[in-house]
């Protein structure tokens, strides 16, 4: 079964503060996807990652960057947090250039007060 | 540019009706993917069913069903004898696959409600 893990599920930060969150997969996925979600609205592309080392901007990267530090994980960093992020995160990861769909994680919700 | 659009915020159906969904997209990518899903009330995304631009012939998996109208650049999910627990939040998202990126652009979603 494939598996996608996010943590923390729940963050409750400051505005200006470093917020980190993490992602990891047990699919040998290449590819890996941070989405934010807001409410009543689909999934939002902020990052996006081809493997080990790559990072590429998705469709609303400002204010975020990512690491992707190895095949298994994959990290989105708020480095200077602003009331406007506070959304629900979603990690998800796919093969690359297969017909198989994405796989998501749970989400994490993050409250930036 | 990619773009999906989902233009019934809610829907609703009883116990044992047939539901249809509606989405429409814009590509201009020849190979693309439709792809369908709920997000239960926990916030989990469950795939459903995916059609491929290639592929002529509506995709069906259990109870979920697609209608492809290529021309039209509209896929509705057709759900047979819907049951209260399908209830929960319906994306349609779109993958080009000329891109390579494998990213997903979704719609705003459809909450639908089944009634028992």
């Known amino acids: 079964e494939a598996a996608v893990t996010q943590s923390p599920r729940n963050k409750v930060a400051v505005t200006g503060g470093k917020v980190t969150l993490s992602c990891n997969q047990t699919?040998?996925?290449?590819?890996m996807y941070w989405y934010r979600q807001d409410t009543g609205h689909g999934l939002r592309l902020i990052h996006y990652?081809?493997?080990?080392?790559?990072?590429e901007k998705g469709d609303i990267p400002d204010g975020y960057k990512a690491s992707r530090p190895s095949q298994e994980n994959f990290s989105l960093i708020l480095e200077l947090a602003t009331p406007s992020q506070t959304s629900v995160y979603f990690c998800?990861?796919?093969?690359?250039?297969?017909?198989?769909?994405?796989?998501f994680g749970s989400g994490t919700r993050l409250t930036v007060l | 540019a990619q773009r999906v659009t989902q233009v019934q915020p809610t829907g609703s159906s009883q116990w044992g009706e047939e539901v249809t969904l509606d989405c429409s997209y814009e590509?201009?990518?020849?190979?693309?993917?439709i792809f369908w899903y709920r997000q239960l009330f926990s916030g989990e995304m469950v795939f459903l069913i995916y059609?491929?631009?290639?592929?002529?012939q509506n995709q069906r998996s259990g109870r979920y069903s697609v209608v492809f109208q290529k021309s039209f650049k509209s896929i509705s999910l057709v759900i047979s004898a819907s049951q209260p627990e399908d209830s929960g939040t319906y994306f349609c998202?779109?993958?080009?696959?000329?891109?390579?990126?494998?990213?997903?652009?979704f719609g705003d979603g459809t909450v639908l409600t089944v009634k028992p």
């Open positions: 998800a990861s796919g093969a690359w250039a297969s017909a198989e769909t994405l796989y």
């Open positions: 699919n040998n996925h290449n590819n």
């Open positions: 990652s081809y493997g080990a080392g790559s990072t």
């Open positions: 590509t201009s990518e020849y190979f693309y993917r």
């Open positions: 059609q491929p631009s290639f592929d002529t």
């Open positions: 998202a779109l993958s080009e696959l000329g891109t390579n990126t494998g990213k997903l652009t």
